[in-house]
């Protein structure tokens, strides 16, 4: 199926144009896109709290560690796996293992990869409890004039369609909003209607 980017589509046209790596929508509120190669990884920031998306393949881990105490991030408010692919999950282990992670969404699908077994078992380790990804969730921020609020899934799709399984999170910033997660065109075709 023809993949539909949502990846936070303002912030990556400027991006593309500007050169710029993080885009920063107001003093309070920054996206940085993490050069993971193949996969995806997002960091969101508002004031002193920290939003990761996903991680990256497997060994990415420690290059989306490194790009975070950079920021000088310590701590994740929220981590998102936004599905079980190994390409988004695999660096997630490493990320949840070293540094201190407050919680942790995903939708409600699993996968038999290597990757995703680790994933869980770093979950486990550090005694932390999966909330479910799903539309309607907030991930609650302090910051004035900002809101993530998942609006996908949106249902509940066969197991081989992963990628219509993808948290899809809505960024909002004053009157400003941006999705990030790509998801298959017949999950976008389910967004349109919302």
């Known amino acids: 199926?023809?993949?539909?980017?949502?990846?936070?589509?303002?912030?990556?046209?400027?991006?593309?144009?500007?050169?710029?790596?993080?885009?920063?929508?107001?003093?309070?509120?920054?996206?940085?896109?993490?050069?993971?190669?193949?996969?995806?990884?997002?960091?969101?920031?508002?004031?002193?709290?920290?939003?990761?998306?996903?991680?990256?393949?497997?060994?990415?881990?420690?290059?989306?560690?490194?790009?975070?105490?950079?920021?000088?991030?310590?701590?994740?408010?929220?981590?998102?796996?936004?599905?079980?692919d190994a390409d988004h999950v695999g660096g997630l282990a490493y990320v949840i293992k070293t540094l201190n992670v407050k919680s942790v969404y995903t939708p409600k699908i699993s996968h038999t990869t290597q990757a995703y077994k680790d994933f869980l078992t770093a979950v486990k380790q550090k005694k932390l409890t999966i909330k479910k990804a799903q539309t309607g969730v907030e991930i609650n921020t302090k910051a004035k004039d900002n809101s993530l609020k998942f609006i996908a899934p949106v249902k509940e799709y066969a197991k081989s369609d992963l990628n219509n399984w993808s948290a899809v999170l809505l960024l909002k910033h004053g009157k400003n909003f941006y999705c990030c997660k790509t998801v298959e065109f017949s999950e976008s075709q389910n967004l349109s209607h919302r």
């Open 1 to 84: 199926m023809k993949k539909i980017n949502i990846l936070l589509v303002a912030f990556l046209v400027l991006s593309l144009f500007t050169g710029l790596k993080t885009a920063e929508a107001a003093s309070n509120m920054k996206v940085h896109f993490i050069n993971v190669g193949q996969g995806d990884s997002i960091l969101i920031q508002t004031g002193n709290e920290n939003v990761l998306i996903d991680g990256g393949g497997k060994g990415k881990g420690n290059e989306v560690v490194a790009y975070l105490k950079k920021q000088k991030v310590k701590t994740l408010n929220a981590l998102v796996s936004t599905h079980p």
